[in-house]
């Protein structure tokens, strides 16, 4: 679901900067600001959402098995003397 809203947050911010040169050139550069402004908006939410996904992913993931070299074994009793 998050992938799903930072694909969609990405598409409206490029969306809204493509449209700040056109929006200030036809309807002022105050309009402009507030399309910078909400493509800016856009960018912090899919950054948010990005965020989430990575700490969602780091918290989901155990710790890898380690292999079995000369100072630790892979079975703890093959340590004895």
Excluded: Y
């Excluded at 930072?6 to 056109?22: K, R």
């Excluded at 200030?24 to 600001?33: E, I, K, M, S």
């Amino acid at each position: 679901m998050l992938l799903t809203f930072q694909i969609i947050f990405t598409i409206l911010a490029v969306i809204c900067v493509a449209c700040v040169f056109p929006v200030g050139t036809f309807l002022g550069w105050g309009w402009a600001g507030l399309f910078a402004f909400v493509a800016i908006l856009f960018f912090v939410l899919m950054r948010l959402c990005k965020m989430q996904n990575e700490l969602k992913n780091i918290s989901q993931e155990k710790e890898p098995e380690k292999e079995a070299d000369f100072l630790h074994p892979a079975n703890k009793d093959d340590k004895k003397n």
